[in-house]
C-alpha cells in the first residue's frame, strides 16, 4: 500500500472536524471533546461598559468560531502575556523602539495592531512546531531550539531535516569498507588513521590535534572498539544544544551555541543532498540569482561530486558566513574510505561562548594552507555573482565570493 504524508496539522484537522461535526479519535476527536474548548491564541482585544474582552482563536476551531470572552473567563496567562507582549512590540517600532501602552479610554485595537498580534501568534505556533519537528527528526541527544524576535518570518517552507548525506540516484554514499581495528584499545599500531597513513585526528581529550586540511580517519562499523572509543567522535552527532535563530542584520537565519564550546571541539557535520559536479553547476546558476550559497564541493581528491544543503540538511543549512569564523571545517572518513566522498565535519577553532553566532568561512581562508591540494577540496562552490558579505567582522573581505 502507498501511504501519503498529511501536510496538515492536527489542528487544521481538527477544525474540519468540528466544522462537520465529524469524531475522529486518531486525532483526538471523539464525541466527548467533539464540544470541548482550549484557547489557541487571542487575537483582538476591546472595553465595553468598562470590562475588558479578549477575542479568542480557540484550538482545534475553525476561525469562523472565534468569540470575545471577558478577562476573568480566560485561563490562559502565557497567551495574555504574548498578546501583551507582542501588541506593546508594535507600538514600540512606531515609537523609535520606545515602548508604549494602551491609554485607559482605548476600547478598541485598531486593525493593524490586532493584524500583528495575531501573525505573532501564528508565527509563535509554526516555530514551536518546527522545533518539535526538528527534535523528533535529529539523531543526537542534544535539543535545537527556534528563535524570531525580530520579523514575522515563519520556517522555511521548503526544508527537510536530514542527519547525514542524502545520495541523489547512482551514487553510493557507503563504499569502501570491508574491515576495521581489532584494537582492544584505540588507538593502537592498527588503528583506523594509521591503516589510512595518518595520525590520530584526536587527544586524550577528544579534541582536535592535527592541522587543517589533513583528513580524519575514525573507527567504523567494522572495528572491534566500543561506542566510547576516543576515536568515535563526529559519528556521535553535535554534543552541544543549538538555536536556530533570526539575525537581526538582513542575514536571514543563523545558528548560535547554548552551551559553552571550547577549542578544537566538534560542533556539527555539514550534510546535504550528494549531487554531481554537473548537476551543482545547474543548480548554481540558479542560487546565485537568489544569493544563496548551500554547495559545497567535495574535491578533497577529485572534482566529482558536490553537496547541495539548499532543501535537504541539518542545522549546519543555516549557518553563516564570517570572515573571522569560529568554525573550521574537515574532511571525515567513517564507514566510507573514497576519497571522492568525505564527510564534513565543523570544529571549533577558539573558545565560543554560550549565546554565541557559529560561523564558518565560506572561502575557508585563514588558517588553511589555500597552497595545498586537499585545502582547495574544502572550498565552496565558486559562483558567478559576487554576493556581498554582512557578517560586520573587522577583517571583512566585502564579499562572500
Known amino acids: 500500500a502507498w501511504y501519503v504524508p498529511c501536510l496538515a496539522s492536527h489542528e487544521t484537522l481538527q477544525e474540519l472536524c468540528r466544522k462537520e461535526n465529524l469524531t475522529c479519535k486518531s486525532i483526538g476527536i471523539t464525541n466527548r471533546s467533539l464540544k470541548s474548548y482550549e484557547v489557541e491564541y487571542l487575537c483582538d482585544y476591546k472595553v465595553e461598559e468598562g470590562k475588558a474582552y479578549y477575542l479568542v482563536k480557540w484550538k482545534g476551531w475553525p476561525e469562523s468560531s472565534n468569540t470575545w470572552e471577558p478577562r476573568k473567563h480566560l485561563n490562559c496567562p502565557l497567551l495574555i502575556q504574548n498578546f501583551l507582549r507582542d501588541k506593546n512590540e508594535y507600538l514600540s517600532r512606531g515609537r523609535g523602539g520606545k515602548a508604549m501602552k494602551l491609554r485607559n479610554h482605548v476600547k478598541i485595537l485598531k486593525p493593524a495592531i490586532a493584524d500583528y498580534v495575531v501573525k505573532k501568534a501564528k508565527q509563535r505556533i509554526a516555530l514551536q512546531r518546527w522545533k518539535e ?102 559519528q556521535k552527532g553535535t554534543p552541544y544544544s543549538l538555536c536556530i535563530f533570526r539575525t537581526n542584520n538582513g542575514r536571514g537565519w543563523g545558528v548560535k551555541t547554548l552551551q559553552k564550546i571550547k577549542t578544537n571541539s566538534f560542533v ?134
Open 133 to 234: 519537528e526538528l527534535n523528533r527528526k535529529k539523531n543526537h541527544k542534544a535539543m535545537i531550539l527556534v528563535e524570531n524576535t525580530v520579523d514575522l518570518e515563519g520556517p522555511p517552507l521548503d526544508f527537510y531535516y536530514i542527519n547525514e548525506y542524502k545520495p541523489a540516484p547512482g551514487i553510493n554514499v557507503l563504499t569502501g569498507i570491508t574491515t576495521g581495528c581489532e584494537c582492544a584499545d584505540c588507538p593502537a599500531e592498527k588503528c583506523c588513521p594509521k591503516e589510512a597513513g595518518f595520525i590520530l585526528a584526536y587527544n586524550k581529550h577528544k579534541k582536535l590535534k592535527i592541522q587543517p586540511g589533513l583528513p580524519i580517519y575514525e573507527c567504523n562499523s567494522y572495528c572491534r572498539c566500543g561506542p566510547d572509543c576516543p576515536n568515535r567522535i563526529v
Open 268 to 401: 556539527m557535520e555539514y550534510v546535504g543532498e550528494v549531487i554531481t559536479s554537473e548537476e551543482a553547476e545547474r543548480r548554481g546558476q540558479f542560487y546565485d540569482n537568489q544569493g544563496n550559497t548551500y554547495l559545497f564541493d567535495l574535491d578533497y581528491d577529485s572534482d566529482e561530486f558536490t553537496v547541495d544543503a539548499a532543501r535537504y540538511g541539518n542545522v549546519s543549512h543555516f549557518v553563516n558566513h564570517s570572515c573571522d569564523p569560529n568554525l573550521q571545517v574537515f574532511n571525515v572518513f567513517i564507514d566510507n574510505l573514497d576519497l571522492r566522498l568525505p564527510r564534513i565535519a565543523l570544529f571549533s577553532t577558539r573558545t565560543i561562548k554560550a549565546g554565541e553566532e557559529l560561523t564558518f568561512d565560506y572561502q575557508m581562508k585563514g588558517s588553511i594552507d589555500l597552497s595545498s591540494d586537499s585545502a582547495e577540496g574544502l572550498s565552496p562552490s565558486k559562483k558567478s555573482i559576487r554576493t556581498v558579505c554582512k557578517c560586520g567582522a573587522m577583517c571583512c573581505r566585502g564579499y562572500l565570493n
